[in-house]
């Protein structure tokens, strides 16, 4: 059974922290690029970052890039968001995400955290 389930979401105030976490099980995992993608409240989906398998290349998005660090742990199956310097408009359910391409497209989706940062 697919399982992508995050967690360390909540509350905080502007410019402070928090680090997201998606553990994985059910898929080979390395196999897979890894996603976090954000919504806010009434607002359509946002890609926020992405880590490749393989060469783990990284890309952000740009109103998150300087502030997050997305890294993965092929020993615990896991993939991290580290947010700092946290501003309201970062409020949003994230969402933890597997992709492969090939030879068949498969995505998997986590059931998401909420981050709330207001004062």
């Known amino acids: 059974q697919v399982q992508l389930v995050e967690s360390g979401g909540g509350l905080v105030q502007p410019g402070g922290s928090l680090r997201l976490s998606c553990a994985a099980s059910?898929?080979?995992?390395?196999?897979?690029?890894m996603s976090w993608v954000r919504q806010a409240p009434g607002k359509g989906l946002e890609w926020v970052s992405d880590?490749?398998?393989?060469?783990?290349?990284?890309y952000y998005a740009h109103s998150v890039k300087g502030r997050f660090t997305i890294s993965r742990d092929s020993a615990k199956n896991t993939v991290y968001l580290q947010m700092n310097s946290l501003k309201p408009e970062d409020t949003a359910v994230y969402y933890c995400?597997?992709?492969?391409?090939?030879?068949?497209?498969?995505?998997?989706w986590g059931q998401g955290t909420q981050v709330t940062v207001s004062s």
């Open positions: 880590i490749n398998s393989g060469d783990g290349y990284i």
């Open positions: 995400n597997a992709d492969k391409k090939s030879p068949v497209r498969v995505i998997y």
């Open positions: 059910g898929f080979t995992f390395s196999s897979y690029a």
